[in-house]
């Protein structure tokens, strides 16, 4: 049974920092192309981050480059999404993901990020 378990989310100030971690199991998840979604209050969910299998490749949402990296380690099963100069636009419930973009076979649960002062 595939187990996306989200962690790292809280209240920071704008121009703050944090770092989501997703802790994947039940499935081979050195195999997969993983990805960060998130949905904010009254809007659709997007996707904010891709990685490839290896890490190799990165992708990401035009509103997130430059302030946003997401990485992988294979051995511990964990992808991860470091957020710097966060926004309050940045505000959403963030949602690991196994897939990518008209590829994707499980859902985390999610985890909420709010940039307020």
């Known amino acids: 049974q595939v187990q996306l378990v989200e962690s790292g989310g809280g209240l920071v100030q704008p121009g703050g920092s944090l770092r989501l971690s997703c802790a994947a199991s039940g499935f081979t998840f050195s195999t997969s192309v993983m990805s960060w979604y998130r949905q904010a209050p009254g809007k659709e969910r997007d996707v904010v981050a891709i990685?490839?299998?290896?890490?190799?490749?990165?992708n990401y949402a035009d509103s997130v480059k430059g302030r946003f990296t997401i990485s992988r380690d294979n051995t511990k099963n964990t992808v991860y999404l470091q957020m710097n100069s966060l926004k309050p636009e940045d505000t959403a419930r963030y949602y690991c993901?196994?897939?990518?973009?008209?590829?994707?076979?499980?859902w985390g649960r999610g985890t909420q990020v709010t940039v307020s002062s």
């Open positions: 993901v196994k897939g990518q973009p008209g590829f994707v076979s499980s």
């Open positions: 990685i490839g299998r290896t890490g190799t490749y990165t």
